[in-house]
């Protein structure tokens, strides 16, 4: 308990406490007057959600967008890294690979956004390349039209590998006596793989897929907001970025806290949603009921 003991003060104090000042969401809340003597409005700093505010609209919309990119091309790569990691024989080899997948994930955005930048900027690799050979150059970085796709390909080169981690951890799990007996009776790989490997992830995946709706309307604040500058918000503009160029930019702090809790509120009733579907097919999801 002593042991616990620091790290559940600091979840207090810094999870829990912050809660408080949701406060502001409902108060005309300038950093001069503080929260105390902030006047009282109401829920009139959540006009956003029935006034039809265009550009709250525009980061809603963006965020879904890419909500729904993610979760369908990022969401199921570190389990098909997973599975081919998994099936190489040699250890060596194996931990090599790992190694290399892992490598980005412990860059910073900054470095990684430089990276890419490097590669496929206009002044990039791939254009200086293009441009020697007398090829047209390809205009990616900058470009409205490709920023969801950027933004999704640096997420999957950052973070796919570390992601397999646990995956590799439950399929070290599996019984593999049951792969041997299968063996015996005929089954081949594809088979193996679908009535064996498959079925042992699904509560697992279940699980990941749960905790990641939880977090599902936030998109990386800070990979977009360093990339936001060239493409402009129509097309960059997120949740995230609205609370923050609206609040700490635009100084306009109620509105941007009431939009913040939205997003937290609809997290939470996700979460809750998803594990009452798990626990429908059997899962024990998140929580027991």
């Known amino acids: 308990m002593a042991l616990g003991l620091p790290g559940a003060i600091a979840l207090v104090l810094f999870q829990y406490l912050p809660l408080l000042g949701n406060i502001i969401a409902f108060k005309d809340y300038q950093p001069y007057l503080g929260i105390k003597d902030a006047p009282f409005v109401g829920l009139r700093n959540f006009s956003f959600l029935w006034d039809g505010n265009p550009a709250f609209l525009n980061a809603l919309a963006n965020t879904l967008i890419l909500t ?18 998994n099936s190489l024989a040699g250890e060596r080899l194996k931990r090599l690979l790992q190694s290399v997948l892992y490598l980005p994930h412990f860059l910073s955005w900054v470095i990684v956004i430089a990276i890419f930048q490097q590669m496929l900027g206009n002044a990039g690799m791939l254009n200086t390349f293009l441009v020697q050979n007398d090829l047209p150059m390809i205009h990616i970085i900058g470009v409205p039209e490709l920023f969801k796709a950027l933004l999704t390909t640096q997420v999957i080169w950052k973070d796919a590998g570390w992601g397999t981690i646990i995956f590799l951890a439950a399929l070290s799990q599996v019984d593999q006596e049951q792969y041997e007996a299968s063996a015996v009776d005929g089954a081949n790989a594809r088979q193996r793989l679908w009535h064996i490997t498959l079925p042992s992830l699904k509560g697992i995946f279940i699980l990941l897929l749960i905790l990641r709706l939880g977090d599902s309307l936030s998109v990386g604040f800070e990979q977009i907001i360093l990339q936001q500058g060239p493409v402009g918000t129509d097309s960059s503009e997120v949740l995230d970025t609205w609370v923050y160029n609206n609040g700490i930019i635009g100084g306009d702090w109620g509105m941007s806290t009431a939009a913040g809790l939205v997003k937290s509120v609809v997290g939470v009733l996700l979460v809750i949603g998803a594990n009452k579907l798990a626990h429908l097919f059997g899962e024990q999801g998140v929580y027991q009921k």
């Open 68 to 85: 729904l990119v993610q979760a369908v091309f990022v969401f199921p790569i570190p389990l098909a890294l997973a599975l081919l990691l």
